[in-house]
């Protein structure tokens, strides 16, 4: 089955692993702030309690931090454990953590 963030066709509650690889953050300069909040609170919907989500990298192709990743994290924090965690993987070299989102 495939579909389309920030709608996928899932049930809530669906999966207790979900990978985001090379996608959000990525193309930042395409997507808004509105797009990469609804696109994660979508991946937190169809994730299982006690679950957990990857999102990397939280660099964009310009080598730069996601500028609202603090505000992002922030507001996730209120309903999900939020981690910007370190990895030894390297996709650019300034892409040095994936976010772990724990439900
Ligand atoms: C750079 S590729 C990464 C593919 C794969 N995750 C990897 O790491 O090899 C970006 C991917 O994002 C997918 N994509 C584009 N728009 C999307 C959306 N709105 N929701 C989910 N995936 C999307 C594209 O189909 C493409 O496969």
Known sequence: MTGSLPKLPFPNDRFSLVLCNHFLFLYQDQFDYRF?????EELIRVMK?????CIYPLVGFKDERYPFIDQLIERLNQHVKVTETKTNFRFLPSAT?????DK
């Open 49 to 53: 309690k006690g679950g957990t989500i």
């Open 97 to 101: 953590h994936y976010l772990r989102i």
């Open 36 to 40: 990469h909040l609804d696109a994660i």
